[in-house]
């Protein structure tokens, strides 16, 4: 099985213009969660959702916006990217909404100019 | 929500064994401490879970004495290749903590020869 994937796999954007970053699992879970990864400052939730229907707001949820159709797919849209959006993005999913295993997908570079 | 705190990084060689050590003083009775390594352009991946005692697995041992207030991963007989961050999390695996995870910058392994 594929586990989660990600496209792009990498992102050159201008300033000003709005994107989705794709996330699909495989395994059925209930939850998934996309968080962005900046040096040294780790992995910063931005958004997650326990189950198809619902999401929720993480750490760093502001000029982010997630929704989830159906358990399958979890998209992140940046409405009007700015430089401070540059980061490397990771999506992930858990099979329950604890804090048990997360798998987590090869991730998005995206630069912001 | 529990906190972690763990070294920034940790130097070794091959073949010893690496012991990282991770704080959470307020750590909850339903609180499960994890473990992830990430390496360099990947997604973390996980390596072990465990509640009180020791844990052991294919990859490492983790061992959490009867306060629960720290726990320590114990890689035995590092190589090259387990050159990686490794993060400590702590969370309710049952009831809604998958959201509440705050990954931290982690701890910088790096193994020499």
């Known amino acids: 099985t594929a586990g989660i994937t990600q496209a792009p796999t990498s992102q050159i954007l201008a300033a000003g213009r709005s994107m989705t970053l794709r996330c699909t699992q495989d395994m059925r879970h209930n939850a998934m969660y996309w968080y962005r990864q900046d040096l040294g400052l780790g992995l910063r939730l931005i958004h997650y959702s326990n189950t198809a229907g619902t999401t929720g707001k993480g750490e760093v949820p502001d000029g982010y916006s997630v929704s989830r159709a159906n358990t399958d797919d979890f998209p992140l849209t940046l409405a009007s990217a700015v430089p401070s959006q540059t980061s490397v993005y990771f999506c992930?999913?858990?099979?329950?909404?604890?804090?048990?295993?997360?798998?987590f997908g090869p991730g998005t570079r995206l630069t912001v100019l | 929500l529990a906190k972690t705190t763990q070294p920034i990084s940790m130097d070794s060689y091959e073949g010893q064994e690496v012991n990282i050590t991770c704080s959470h003083n307020n750590i909850a009775t339903n609180d499960y401490i994890t473990w992830y390594q990430q390496f360099p352009s990947q997604g973390p991946r996980f390596i072990i879970q465990?509640?009180?005692t020791k844990v052991t697995n294919e990859v490492a041992s983790l061992f959490i004495p009867a306060d629960r207030k720290s726990s320590t991963l114990s890689l035995p007989r590092v190589s090259l290749s387990d050159t990686a961050v490794y993060y400590c999390?702590?969370?309710?695996?049952?009831?809604?903590?998958?959201?509440?995870?705050?990954f931290g910058t982690g701890t910088q392994l790096k193994v020499e020869l």
């Open positions: 465990g509640y009180k």
């Open positions: 992930a999913s858990s099979e329950g909404q604890g804090a048990g295993e997360q798998f």
């Open positions: 999390l702590v969370g309710d695996i049952l009831t809604g903590g998958g959201n509440k995870l705050t």
